[in-house]
DNA sequence: TTGAAAGCGCTACCAT
DNA sequence: ATGGTAGCGCTTTCAA
């Protein structure tokens, strides 16, 4: 006969005391004398009661003590980016404190990925830079739990901690502009679904007009129309990742066209840290025969060499803000949304006006 | 007054089937008419009923679709290394088939880590690379749930996926030593608790002589020592963490004694890359000046100029193993604990024979 | 200080 | 094809 599994309830009946006296052994030592509880807690190591069960408290409380995160793309995908990782580890230390873990989901492109997370037993969720499109995101929505977004997607009524991109964009062109930069070219991570990567048609819509890069891009491309840059001065190479190998690609792309950039503008820093290996490939000294600026200020761009030139971002904080938020609406607090973060211009080595000729 | 919260029941009395017949229609379509089963689910999206709640369905099923992951130090600590990364990638795959997703905890120093191991609601636990003593490892142990391990720490009767660490570290110390280099300086990451970064003692013992850097020194020592290399010849560096930046450092500590190494074997390519840029901003010539070997080939690794001569293991493919592991695990079958995987030495840029005087 | 009892929301058995 | 119902393991109010 198989040893019954030992639940508080068969200790409670073992020690010959109720099931009440035990919980409250574990969840309120006040309510009952130490000598008991103490009887309790040492009955329980010696039949292997490790606590009571997770689950059945879950359910009891209507609480898990879980945060779904949905991720884009994959797991490897996400935390290959220095930046989500960061932001990640703020969100788990700040929910860590109230006992809640990450679930973590990507929001992928298999069929079923949102029956993974309706089926989640999560306390609420956090999307993390996710397509507004995905199926994921309707699942997470319609599970009627708390919600924070980071980055995207843009949801009526759902806090989002977000940036500004448009500033920070604007600021890195006008630093490369400010330099004597004319003629610049500019690497953004995938804006289309399915697209190849490569020369962007300057009039084609994005995707997602709202997102992330697309606003990053728009205010680039604006500030440099501003200025006079000519169309044809400022190609777009749309990467097929948001990875240091995809942007090594598409610097390839942007630097081997007709009219040869004196700088590049990465939308990111992993971006940027490809631009740069083909600059070292191709011993194209930076920022002497030619410039490069980043967007975000990841740690790997602050070691690099030259490092990199750069819009910050409060990354790690961020997590945190994020952990704050959903903190309060798991408490049933009201939250106001925060205001989207400030950026700033981070000079480093990689930037210098452009060679005389 | 509030809404009443729509569950299951509310809706089959809202309909006025039975509950059994709602569940049915999201568990077992079989069970009931096509033509029913569209009446439930139009009339569940209309009143915002998402499905059945999960932690409900957790209790009476007896498994939440969760498996815990229990990396060590921090989650930004763990995702910074590009081997953890990979072998996550490949777990939260595997899993998910089953519908499991993957539940973050670090083994923190923080005081509390073990409770919220404690309450986590999981299906099982995976290990990955956490040292032994750590208490979250005994309340993971202690949850009664299935119990798989990546590298560390070795536990009676629980599967561990493993590499040859030993076999591994020779080859590395061997090429080397087929290079004709005689005097290799040693990179390890930490193998004491709050020991300062610096020079290793080589009668010190580790604090775990069976984890995996510790195995990968020993073997690395012992094959230099039998090659007749004295021991002042192979100074040992141990770093502050496993990581690129305390790699440069070690490197400082190693290249900047008494004796310069005309080698430097590194017990993991992210400290190996902190060597070589250690080399590139001292202007040491890779592998004219300076002989680097790392361990893992980690993709970071395979695009470095130059590129890293390495161990190879697995990486992806120990993820999926272990979570196939899980599964059988979670399935009830019997499993068999797979055998260390092979490792094999990757020639690669950085490695070349010591420059004569 | 301790206990009795209701019920969290669901599923799976057993009936009909 | 559909329904009744017990009970998963726990917490919490209320009473003693």
Redesign the pocket.
Known sequence: MAAE?V??????EDL?????????A???P????E???MRILARAAELG?A???P???G????RVGAVGVLVDQSISYAFSDPVAVLVLDGLAEELQDDGFGLLLHAASAQAGAEQLVRAAAVDGWVMMTVPARHPTVAAARAAGRPLVVLDEPTLPGVPAVTIDDAGGARAAAEHLLSLGHRSIGVLTSPLHADAPPGRLDPHAPADAPDSVMATRLAAVTATLRAAGVQEQAMPVVECSASAQAAGREGTALLLEGPLRPTAVLALSDQLALGALEYAREHRLSVPGALSLMGFDDAPPGRTSHPPLTTVAQPIRERGTAAGSLMRALLRGDPVTPPPPYATHLVIRGSTAPPRQH
Chains 1, 2 share one sequence.
């Open positions: 599994r639940t508080l309830k068969v200790l409670a010959g005391v109720s099931p009440a006296t035990v919980s409250n574990y969840n309120r006040d309510q009952l004398s000598a008991l509880r009661f606590g009571p069960d689950v059945a408290r359910l009891r409380r209507g």
